[in-house]
T-cell receptor
Framework: DGGITQSPKYLFRKEGQNVTLSCEQNLNHDAMYWYRQDPGQGLRLIYYSQIVNDFQKGDIAEGYSVSREKKESFPLTVTSAQKNPTAFYLC?????????????????FGSGTRLTVV | GEDVEQSLFLSVREGDSSVINCTYTDSSSTYLYWYKQEPGAGLQLLTYIFSNMDMKQDQRLTVLLNKKDKHLSLRIADTQTGDSAIYFCAENFQNDMRFGAGTRLTVKP
């Protein structure tokens, strides 16, 4: 079955460590996204990528980094520069349509990674 | 305003109808969406509506769109305890999607 897989489901980070969250999709989707969700809040966009080897900052990119070396994979690294990383992280993907690459199809989301600083 | 706005909480009794409201921001949005999030899980696309439609019905779900007021609503008929979740409305915006903060629906037996 096609889908989008995030791993691990739970992750614990010590102060000063970098950690990497995995996101893999076998839907042949063009675009991939990382969101952060804090309790009682909506989704905030961290980074997105519409094509291999290219990505764009979202609203809260500071302290995070990404890569898109393969169409299927979009890992997110939470660096030690991110001062408040405890949150629920969601990865999503979608097809892009038309010349302007619109996102009319809606997103498919992974099941999320809960990151906690210990 | 610049945010997609939703009320944060809604509580209904099992068997009643639930209506979740949303105000979106961009009159040029071509699609509007409703997502459901269960505890500890990702978001699941429930339904969407194209901006040239006023209403879309899908089994127990009815979506109403008022483009003039930029108002979107989701009605769930015969609400069940399994419908308890957070519901997000979203609009497609340039190359991204803009989400509301989510409405937590609690269904009481």
């Amino acid at each position: 079955d096609g889908g989008i897989t995030q791993s691990p489901k739970y992750l614990f980070r010590k102060e000063g460590q970098n950690v990497t969250l995995s996101c893999e999709q076998n839907l042949n989707h063009d675009a991939m996204y990382w969101y952060r969700q804090d309790p009682g809040q909506g989704l905030r966009l961290i980074y997105y990528s519409q094509i291999v080897n290219d990505f764009q900052k979202g609203d809260i990119a500071e302290g995070y980094s990404v890569s898109r070396e393969k169409k299927e994979s979009f890992p997110l690294t939470v660096t030690s520069a991110q001062k408040n990383p405890t949150a629920f992280y969601l990865c999503a993907s979608t097809y892009l349509a038309g010349d302007r690459g619109s996102t009319n199809y809606g997103y498919t989301f992974g099941s999320g990674t809960r990151l906690t600083v210990v | 305003g610049e945010d997609v706005e939703q009320s944060l909480f809604l509580s209904v009794r099992e068997g009643d109808s639930s209506v979740i409201n949303c105000t979106y921001t961009d009159s040029s949005s071509t699609y509007l969406y409703w997502y459901k999030q269960e505890p500890g899980a990702g978001l699941q696309l429930l339904t969407y509506i194209f901006s040239n439609m006023d209403m879309k019905q899908d089994q127990r779900l009815t979506v109403l769109l008022n483009k003039k007021d930029k108002h979107l609503s989701l009605r769930i008929a015969d609400t069940q305890t399994g419908d308890s979740a957070i519901y997000f409305c979203a609009e497609n915006f340039q190359n991204d999607m803009r989400f509301g903060a989510g409405t937590r629906l609690t269904v009481k037996p």
